[in-house]
């Protein structure tokens, strides 16, 4: 065995003076190269996700309790070494100038925030300055609204129940913002050490009090679980990834985006070394045969060219880890500015999975080469034209493919984005097949009626009928992958982001009154206020599934649902809102409307595990109303409009106490116009959300960035595949052109009779790569992430084209030399 | 049929058929109809015949290479038949050698490089000096460290013949050996693989359609509609 190793090691040396390992070594080089450096970003952009989404919280966790948090609980994460910081929350009137107004009252301990900053500015709109706590006692600190809803400025004093509190700065942003849809009022911030001397907090008082904690993601973890199972229903402990549902939804999906990217490349991967690796293998036919006819057994074979394999795999995916660091590195350094803060710096397990992955990816696709010259007969040595066996390879490439599907989700952790992948190269390949076959079909027809390098071209591509399928299938996918990483920059990040225009509405409006909701619709059109539409609301919670209690149903162990614990909003309207989409069922028609019927929202569709035709039974204000699901719709979470789990048709909850709720786009400068709202409407609650919306932006910029770095270092990594896979058949095409330039061929009618033959190839790979291209991408758009489906008529256009020109482009690198030299040389030379 | 004892290969009857290339009408064509053969220890033999006669399969056959449809074939009275292609595999790495037409060099390795690969391959740790002994044998000590690609046709199979003598083979395979080389070149290494074959007292066993290459060895066989017959005979 060692000595088969230190023979597979020597040949390897001296088929590396040889020069004859390039190809497969740039090909393992890049694979893990661009594997390592996507994990790697991913990974860094995942938590500069958390952090942001931690800063989100103001903290890693956040315990909220409506009583005091147990000292038992503090202790244990002291313990366990975690940071704490304590804040009381209440709503309460602010007195100043003879003005009331009732507010948010947030006290925080001297080490809030423990992540992130509170934004702060000496005037209504001056410049905001970073501080790391909160105001100190007798101070307090003011969202700009209430400055004027007060009539205050800056050093005033206000009245906070007994206490007289000094106004030294314009509160701008508070980390813990995630809780602004819980305060129905501006907010103030204050030392919590002043609470008590205020007088506001008696038995009975309506608080909430907030535990925030820091530290490592271990100790959290431990300490979530230990205290998760000691909650009661009104105390709740929120993660990075909680928070809002416009933030989740947007973090998830700028993942997914991640994950695509990160999967096309580790495909295209899989590709380059399939290629290289099958190149190796027929490189290396003659080699076997001749060792087979010195009396190696098919044994040492396999363990002389493993050993080979393994060392080239590590010594390759070594130098792609480091390149892939240093790579991603560049990147993170480029992006610094952008990110307006250092990124953390990634863990390193993606340069352990890269090296990994690149090892397994080697052997799976390297198998049937070996297996291969593990039976190469040693009669080819006398017989040149005897093949290898080429039994059940389909069985060996189905191993390969199954391993790379394997590596795509591993890499990813998202199976169904990984099978949507696998289809789409499926059906890709298969369509692949058969047009080629056909083209192949039509070529011999129209054949005779040819002439001159035309002729010869086509002639070629019958000829090497198999290889140039092969070949199609290599530059198809290697294209469809380049592509989709293009659409998916282009076309499917801009849709994303569209979603999301300049002027998204970043307030909500909620507890409108039913015979407030045309006055509003008036004052908002007067102020040129766009907004969507005005929906009405019900609070109802679900009681039954099917006429069974739900607590009977989630008995077996099953944690309640969130969504069972509190009331939802219902809602009814006649037709579905904008951001909405049916993905089973139909919406109501005129034999539906005004039946009990409902629509529900795919998530909790799937965490309630329901279907269309279950029923579900609401308590809506002490009586109690079923319904059964007519259609699951999915809901676009960020795009901040109002959205409802559970939809009525008109007519069905009607006569319940109902408030309306309106979102709508307001400008920093015309903020002004909150108060005259406030003032016009006084029993409305305005919702200022912007900060929630500048964080999804900013997690869109991000990803769509990310995504140009990611595309940028595919599309070099496809186009070395294109040249690996054009390498591949090149020695057969340059020793036909040399028979036929000593035949007397001349120049040109050699370069013509190439650029027919590459021209077509690269227009046939580019339009089979396009029909891939759309497969995959419908049920991107459809099912993962819930966009219109639309051809794209460019890229039907172009693609082709473009294609055909870079396979030309590499098909004259490679006969460069080819119609310079003398036959003789190039005789010699092949 | 009797064996003298002094006999390193023994065919009998053997029977080649393949398929016809036209699959679909299940017809076999017959390449050797039943093949009786002697090969004494020392001898040179020849195997001539016109191209496409078989001499190549049969040579195939008696190294081992291929599997006969029928028929025995015996090495150093060891039933190759029978064997497996492991076995016999590792029945040519101790007693076979080969030398082929197209010489059968690895270009990524060096003249030295090449004749030590057999040795390597049963790893015996004096391949390198074995090896540059035979390429001083053959001519070739300075141009040890060249590619095969910068050497000449002659110089190629030279170093070929020196790779097929490092194992000290007992029984030396030639396949055309002298088949791409020029009259005065393959005359040369004509005299060489026979001087080598003389010192090393192994046994040759050319297939050729030189009729001059087939003059130096001590029998001559014709190949013809699938069956061996003296040269002598057939001229007559």
Known sequence: MLNEFRLGARLLKRDWTAGELKVLLFALIIAVTSMTSIG?????????????????????????????????????????????????????????????????????????????????????????????????????????????????????????????????????????????????????????????????????????????????????????????????????????????????????????????????????????????????GERHYNQAALMRCMGAQQKNIIRIFSSQLLILGVIACGIGCLLGYASQQIIATLLKDFFNSTLPAASLSPLFNGFISGLITLFCFSLPSLLRLKSIPPLKVLRDDLAPLSLSLWFIYGLAILCIVGIMWWQSGELQLTIMVLLGSIACGAALFIISTLLVAISKLILPGLSGPWKIGLQQIIRHKKQNQLQMLALGLSLMILMLIFLIRNDLMMRWQNQLPEQAPNHFVINIQNDEVEPIKTFLQKNNIKTEGVYPMVRGRIIKINGVDILDRTTNNKKLDQSLKRELNLSWNNSIQANNQIISGTWWNKDTQGKPYISIESGLAKRLNIDIGDSITFNVADQEVSASILNIRSVQWDSFQPNFFIIFPDGIINDFPATYISSFYLSSENKQLLNNIIIKFPTITVLEIDDIMNQVKSIMQQVSSTIGYVMLFVLFAGIVVLAAAMQSSMEVRIQSAVIMRTLGARKSFLQRSHLTEFALLGYLSGLLAVIGTEIISYFLYTKIFSLNFELHFMLWLYGPLFTSILIVLISLFYTRDITKLSPTKVLRYT | MQTTSDAVIVVKNLIKQVPAVNKLDNQQIDILTGVNLEIKHGESLAIIGASGSGKSTLLGL????????????????????????????????????????????????????????????????????????????????????????????????????????????????????????????????????????????TTLVIVTHDEVLAKHCDRCLVLQNGTLSDCEQVNA
């Open chain 1, 40 to 280: 790697l970003f991913i990974k860094r952009i995942d938590n500069v996700m958390l952090d942001q989404s931690g800063e989100f919280l103001g903290a890693n966790l956040v315990l909220q309790s409506p009583k005091k948090i147990s000292s038992e609980t503090i202790d244990y994460a002291h313990n366990l070494n975690l940071n704490t910081s304590h804040s009381l929350n209440f709503s309460s009137v602010i007195v100043a100038n003879n003005n009331f107004q009732l507010s948010h009252i947030k006290a925080v301990d001297k080490h809030y925030p423990l992540l992130s900053h509170i934004k702060t500015s000496n005037d209504l709109y001056g410049n905001e300055t970073q501080r790391n706590s909160g105001p100190i006692a007798g101070e307090v600190w003011l969202v700009p609204r209430l400055f004027s809803l007060l009539d205050i400025k800056l050093g005033d004093t206000i009245e906070l129940g007994e206490r007289l509190l000094t106004v030294s700065a314009v509160l701008k942003h508070d980390p813990g913002q995630a809780f602004s849809f819980m305060s129905i009022a501006p907010k103030l911030l204050m030392n919590i050490n002043d609470v008590e001397s205020t007088g506001i907090v008696q038995p009975g008082s309506r608080l909430t009090y907030m535990v925030g904690i820091t530290g490592k993601k271990s100790n959290r973890t431990t300490f979530e679980k230990w205290l998760s199972p000691k909650l009661n229903a009104s105390q709740k402990i929120m993660g990075g990834t909680e928070g809002s549902e416009a933030v989740n939804s947007a973090m998830e999906k700028g993942k997914q985006y991640l994950s695509l990217a990160s999967m096309l490349s580790v495909m295209l991967s899989g590709i380059a070394i399939a290629i290289a690796a099958n190149r190796y």
């Open chain 2, 62 to 201: 008696l190294a081992g290479l291929d599997d006969a449809t029928n028929g025995d074939i015996l090495i150093d009275q060891q039933n190759i038949s029978v064997m497996t292609e492991d076995e016999r595999a590792s029945l040519r790495s101790e007693k076979v050698g080969f030398i082929f037409q197209s010489f059968q060099l690895l270009p990524s390795l060096t003249a030295l490089e090449n004749v030590m690969l057999p040795m390597e391959l049963q790893s015996k740790k004096t391949a390198a000096t074995d090896a540059q002994q035979l390429l001083q044998r053959v001519g070739l000590k300075d141009r040890q460290h060249h590619y095969p690609k910068q050497l000449s046709g002659g110089e190629q199979q030279r170093v070929a013949i020196a790779r097929a003598f490092i194992t000290q083979p007992t029984i030396l395979f030639a396949d055309e050996p002298t088949g791409n080389l020029d009259k005065t070149t393959g005359q040369n290494v004509i005299d060489l693989l026979f001087n080598m074959n003389r010192e090393s007292n």
